[in-house]
């Protein structure tokens, strides 16, 4: 059996948000560390695929 896996996104600003599904409509994203982030946390991580609306 064939996955899915679905990416939620919530971050409004970012150009592939799905407003109506909260949805990324990339098929996949570029996870990437955060620049002067060592925490180890959960904020160590951000969206390199992130792309602001105009």
Do not use: D, F, R, W
């Not at 899915?4 to 919530?10: G, L, P, R």
């Not at 990339?26 to 992130?50: D, M, Q």
Request: proline content about 2%.
């Amino acid at each position: 059996m064939e996955e899915h896996q679905k990416i939620n996104c919530t971050v409004s600003s970012c150009l592939y948000n799905g407003k109506a599904t909260k949805e990324c409509l990339l098929t996949n994203i570029l996870v990437k560390p955060c620049e002067n982030c060592n925490s180890a946390g959960v904020t160590e991580t951000v969206c390199g695929s992130y792309k602001a609306k105009h």
